[in-house]
């Protein structure tokens, strides 16, 4: 059983940066893709970005294109996304999990907490 833990997430201006980080403990093939996925008040969870384990692709949603970035550290099991220029638009409750397939929104494994975000005008 892979479990997921999130943190990083804070309260920021517009504008400004995050960053956020998701442990996974357990085994994943390193075929897989780990992705990051959110989900904002009253609206349906999205995906985000995700990364190959093996490739180190990347895969982003258009609305985060240029502003985010999302990397892996193997060794650790774990993958950060770099978020800059932040946008009220970007504030959700955010969330790491293997997506089932790419630009899906839904995760392979049984959702963590989450880590919340809240960008201010």
């Known amino acids: 059983q892979v479990q997921l833990v999130e943190s990083g997430g804070g309260s920021v201006q517009a504008g400004g940066s995050l960053r956020l980080s998701c442990a996974a403990s357990g085994r994943i093939l390193s075929s897989y893709a780990m992705g990051w996925f959110r989900q904002a008040p009253g609206k349906e969870r999205e995906f985000v970005a995700a990364?190959?384990?093996?490739?180190?692709?990347?895969y982003y949603v258009g609305s985060v294109k240029g502003r985010f970035t999302i990397s892996r550290d193997n060794a650790k099991n774990t993958i950060y996304l770099q978020m800059n220029d932040l946008k009220p638009e970007d504030t959700a409750v955010y969330y790491c999990?293997?997506?089932?397939?790419?630009?899906?929104?839904?995760?392979?494994?049984?959702w963590g907490q989450g880590t919340q975000v809240t960008v201010s005008s």
């Open positions: 990364i190959r384990w093996n490739s180190g692709s990347t």
């Open positions: 999990n293997i997506p089932t397939a790419m630009f899906s929104a839904r995760g392979l494994y049984d």
